[in-house]
């Protein structure tokens, strides 16, 4: 009875961790094919749901190998002291202790899989926010120059040499255009926008 529990627990294990293979493909497969189509709205959700997806797995991955772990010393020491075995419940015991090890070497691969996955989420997260501070960072640079130059004509002093002249107004607006238009110029020829 003990030895056919152990191996029922070897194969669960093995089932288990099987299934969260299947479950790391499929994000695996959300992940690397969502961030090669066109970017959209909805790939930071998608990246959260993948984030949330990885860490199940991890902890599964964790309880697992409690699991196994366990397992490994309760059939060491059983193989060890226990004399009263027969040959047979040995050897089923010898093959489930080698089906363990091979299973906990799969575990192991899991892990660096979830990791390697977790470092592409976290990195195609990091490049989102990137572009979404280069935008901010352009509009910073694009709009800073002309509420500068409007604010200075604003403040209505009285010896300022544009008020007097005829064009003076048209001058202060081709001003703002051309702060405006000139970066945008620049970041489109250095291929920033």
């Given amino acids: ?5 152990i191996e029922a627990m070897v194969d669960f294990d093995a089932d288990s961790l099987e299934k969260l293979s299947n479950s790391l ?24 749901e993948c984030l949330n997806g990885i860490g199940m797995a991890g902890d ?26 027969s040959p047979e419940e040995k050897a089923r015991l010898a093959t489930a202790q080698q089906d363990l090890t091979s299973v906990v070497d799969f575990q192991g691969h899991l892990v660096a899989k979830t990791q390697f996955i977790l470092d592409a989420i976290l990195g195609f997260i990091n490049t989102e926010q990137n572009e979404i501070f280069k935008v901010l960072t352009i509009a910073s640079v694009v709009g800073i ?19 007097g002249w005829r064009w003076g107004y048209p001058y202060g607006l081709a001003l703002i255009v051309l702060s405006i238009v000139l970066p945008i110029i620049g970041f489109k020829r250095r291929r920033w926008w």
Wanted: net charge positive; hydrophobic share 50%; charged share 20%.
């Fill in 145 to 163: 120059p002309p509420m500068l130059i409007a604010s200075m004509y604003g403040m209505n002093f009285r010896h300022m040499p544009e008020l």
């Fill in 25 to 48: 493909a499929a994000i695996s497969a959300r992940v690397f094919v969502r961030s090669s189509q066109k970017k959209d709205k909805r790939v930071s959700g998608a990246l959260r």
């Fill in 1 to 5: 009875m003990f030895v056919a529990l």
């Fill in 60 to 85: 599964h991955l964790s309880r697992t190998r409690e699991s196994m772990l366990g397992l490994q010393r309760i059939i060491g020491f059983v193989l060890k002291a226990a004399s009263w075995w």
